[in-house]
């Protein structure tokens, strides 16, 4: 089995099993999966300079939720995990082009990423903003050209998602609003707005993507976009806290920047211990979607525990 066909089978486990989840483990052997498919997912791209910025910032480490949000949804709907795969690699391309591109001095002008310096240091401007823009074009690639046995037609739902996700309508109009928003007065209706087109939109696309290749039927599809919401506001909400109380060691991003930037923020509209409330209480409207598949949803339910309690 190569890597990019790797399975996450055998991950969760099944009948009488699931009451002892271990989400450690289920972390730290679907997070190696994903991090031997994206190691195996850039091979051929030329020059070597392009290729090295590239590989630079994708094998950078990172969480690897997005991923493996993915692979949880497709197992969750009784889809092969491994047929997802590509789609769950390409999805941590376009997270890790927009991180590339945000980090630019055009945009948040930051050092640090992912506990090294941001691409663009390392490279320069033009080969960063390109570096991105491959990223990108390889996404689609991924999904499109690289995803044997999936049918088409799910194929083809799944590069409408990810277009999307891509455009106005998802990362890049929330990046837009962010940026006309710093230095502003911003209410909470327009902080949401931001969050979920920067944010929660890549991990709707995430779970929506994973389930559409594992056969889900329109109302898991609809499911997976509540759960998605709830977990991607709650998962800004502790960005923003971690942005004031972690250290930039441990988070691996400068810590801090926020108030630099004078962006509004959760803490600053709402204060910290209101917004820890209002993040597990999306967490809990999240986790309340996944009621009907009972110990199915196991990986999905901890991941959106995960997303609440991490420190980094
Ligand atoms: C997608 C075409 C296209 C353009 C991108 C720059 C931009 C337009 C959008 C900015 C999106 C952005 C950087 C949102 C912030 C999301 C966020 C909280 C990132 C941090 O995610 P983690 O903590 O990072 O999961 P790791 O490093 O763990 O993967």
């Known amino acids: 089995m190569t890597a990019t066909a790797s399975s996450p089978e055998g991950v969760t ?20 999966l994903v991090e031997q498919s ?20 994708l094998l950078a480490g990172g969480k690897r939720l997005r991923p493996i949000l993915c692979l949880a949804a497709c197992e969750l709907v009784g889809g092969d995990a491994s047929l997802a795969m590509p789609t769950a ?3 941590e391309m376009i997270h890790t082009m927009s991180l590339i591109h945000d980090d630019l001095p055009a945009m948040d002008n930051d050092d640090l990423r992912r506990g090294r310096p941001t691409n663009h240091k390392v490279y320069g401007d033009a080969m960063a903003i390109l570096a991105g823009d491959a990223l990108l074009s390889r996404a689609f690639e ?34 837009v609003v962010d940026l006309e928003s710093e230095g502003r007065e911003v209410d909470l209706e327009t902080l949401e707005y931001i969050h979920l087109h920067k944010t929660a939109a890549l991990l709707r696309a995430c779970v929506v993507t994973g389930a559409l290749i594992g056969g889900a039927d329109a109302s898991q599809v609809d499911a997976m976009r509540t759960y998605a919401n709830g977990i991607g506001l709650a998962f800004q909400i502790v960005d923003d806290i971690l942005d004031v109380t972690a250290s930039s060691d441990v988070l691996g991003k400068t ?12 803490p600053k509209l709402l204060g910290l211990e209101p917004s820890r409330a209002r993040a597990l209480e999306l967490v809990a409207q999240a986790k309340a979607v996944l009621e ?21």
């Open 142 to 175: 991924m999904v499109a050209v690289r995803s044997e046995g999936v049918p088409p037609e799910r194929l083809l739902k799944v590069v409408a998602e990810l277009s999307l996700v891509s455009g106005a309508p998802g990362l890049v109009g929330g990046q």
């Open 13 to 32: 486990p099944s009948g009488e099993d699931q009451a002892e989840f271990d989400f450690s483990s289920y972390l730290a052997k679907t997070r190696e």
């Open 89 to 91: 690699v390409a999805l």
């Open 255 to 266: 810590a801090g920047k926020d108030l630099i930037a004078d962006k509004t923020t959760y």
């Open 292 to 312: 009907p598949w009972k110990d199915k949803a196991q990986p999905l339910l901890a991941l959106a525990d995960y997303v609440a309690s991490r420190d980094r």
């Open 38 to 57: 994206l190691d195996a997912a850039l091979g051929p791209e030329r020059p070597e300079s392009l290729r090295e910025s590239m590989r630079y910032s």
